[in-house]
């Protein structure tokens, strides 16, 4: 059974860094492309950030130079460094494969306040 962990959220103000991290369990971490992606009230999951299994990177426009995805295929992890939050960035984060292929974990909240 596949389980996706997000942590690492909380409340910080605006211009400030959070680190998010999510493990992986019941699949073959490294052989995936993996994305962080971020729901805020009442709009559309999107994509935030993605990570190929060589380590590739693209970014949706609106993190761009602020977010960088990593991974660590030893720990099963994939991690998100956030600086310069603005409040816009406010939502919860989840991790999941590129394609989203698997359920939804709980996420994690991120409240950046102005």
């Known amino acids: 059974q596949v389980q996706l962990v997000e942590s690492g959220g909380g409340l910080v103000q605006a211009g400030g860094s959070l680190r998010l991290s999510c493990t992986a369990s019941g699949i073959i971490f490294r052989f995936n492309a993996m994305g962080w992606y971020r729901q805020a009230p009442g709009k559309q999951r999107e994509l935030v950030a993605a990570?190929?299994?060589?380590?590739?990177?693209n970014y949706a426009d609106s993190v761009k130079g602020r977010f960088t995805i990593s991974r660590d295929n030893a720990k099963n992890t994939v991690y998100l460094q956030m600086n310069s939050l603005k409040p816009e960035d406010t939502a919860v984060y989840y991790c999941?494969?590129?394609?989203?292929?698997?359920?939804w974990g709980q996420g994690t909240q991120v409240t950046v306040s102005s």
């Open positions: 990570i190929t299994r060589g380590g590739s990177t």
């Open positions: 999941n494969t590129r394609g989203s292929d698997y359920d």
